[in-house]
């Protein structure tokens, strides 16, 4: 993933300090997960990538979890009263004061925005010097939403919440996202002007942009083009969605970039996955973080892929198959009903249907380590640590516990008896 750097200090404060009553949790809704990975780090993440040099969180209620999870990756300031956007924003004060440049506001629970729309209103606020440059949507139904204010001329003027806002300021389609990138110096002398004089008797500050007008300084907006990215999570079927759409666009990403994907919905690829041209990616498969896969590979149907897995060209890993930790070599087929843990395992084999890595002894984990060109029979139990060597049959139904040297066939069974039926 690429990053950003700008001829400007860029800094960022993000929102956390929400209650998020309608997840009805008792977890902080920032710590909900998208695909394993908090909202709130999610933010923090994008907030990185765009290139942020100072990150701040501004944290209230259930803190200690949101910090639990953001670490020192970010500074905090703290809100303890939720009196407004504009007053959380306040909360951060120390951390701008004396600072020359420009300020991006995020949202814990605003997690998919993509960089590159953020990275664009960044350069051009500083391209076009302005001192507020808003992230704007248009919108069929703005309902919950502040307006955007413009003049004749196209000049944005105010926002307007929806509670303040008269009959026909209602009608205004173009709505504020809430995320903004202003000059640090000017968001701070413009703050100090905001009121708690409206309806929610809150301190705005969607306020600074009208008092950055009457000063005469200029602002603008970005039109997000894509409306999905602004939105944010307040309840679980948010939540639900926001992670339908993230899903959506990480896998149009792989199929614009060769991967053949048959059922969208039930493919669930996670963030950071590389997978090569010519994959096909069958129903009902689950690949995790850090997992990188080659070309011209099957995977599914219904495949669990899990963490740190490094598939190579032209294999398969069928149906029922879950591995985890493990290397798997150029043409070896997995083809069903596996389980494959902290292993590698190398060229060109074949791993029958039924094996399973014992890899756990209930306190470690232990690894696995196959050769090239192994036939493992099917229903065989490798029994970590283990080698099996270049060559190698295991025989069917063997729970091997010895290593295996190239070559050998290793069986380990109960030899057959067949003996007469009992006379009834
Ligand atoms: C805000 C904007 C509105 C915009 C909308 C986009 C203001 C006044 N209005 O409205 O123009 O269209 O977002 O979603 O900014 N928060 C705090 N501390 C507070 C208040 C809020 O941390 O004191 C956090 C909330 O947890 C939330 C975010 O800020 O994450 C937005 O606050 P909320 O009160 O929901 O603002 P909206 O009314 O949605
Ligand atoms: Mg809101």
Known sequence: MEFYDYEEYVMTIIMAAGKGTRMKSKKSKLVHEIYGKPLVRRTVELAEKVGSQEIIAVVGHLREQVQAVLGDSVKYAYQDELLGTGHAVMQARKYLEGKKGKVIILYGDVPIIRPETLHNLISKSIKNKEYATLL???????????????????????IVEEKDADENQRKIKEINSGIYCFDIEELLKALEKVNNN???????????????????????????????????????SQLELLTRVLRMRINAEHMRNGVTIEDSNSTYIYDDVEIGVDTIIHPNTIIKNNVKIGDNCEIGPNAYIRENCEIANDVKVGSFVEIKNVKVGEGTKIPHLSYLGDSEIGSNGNIGCGTITCNYDGVNKHKTSIGNNAFIGSNVNLVAPINIGDDVLIAAGSTITEDVPSGKMGIARERQINKDKKNK
């Open 136 to 158: 704007t949507a248009k919108y069929e139904n703005p309902t919950g939403y502040g307006r955007i204010i413009r003049d004749e001329g196209g000049n944005i003027k105010a």
């Open 198 to 236: 409206n309806v929610q008797g809150e301190y705005y500050l969607t306020d600074v942009i009208k008092i950055m007008n009457e000063e005469g300084l200029k602002t603008g907006a970005v039109i997000v083009e894509d409306n999905t990215e602004i939105l944010g999570v307040n309840d679980r």
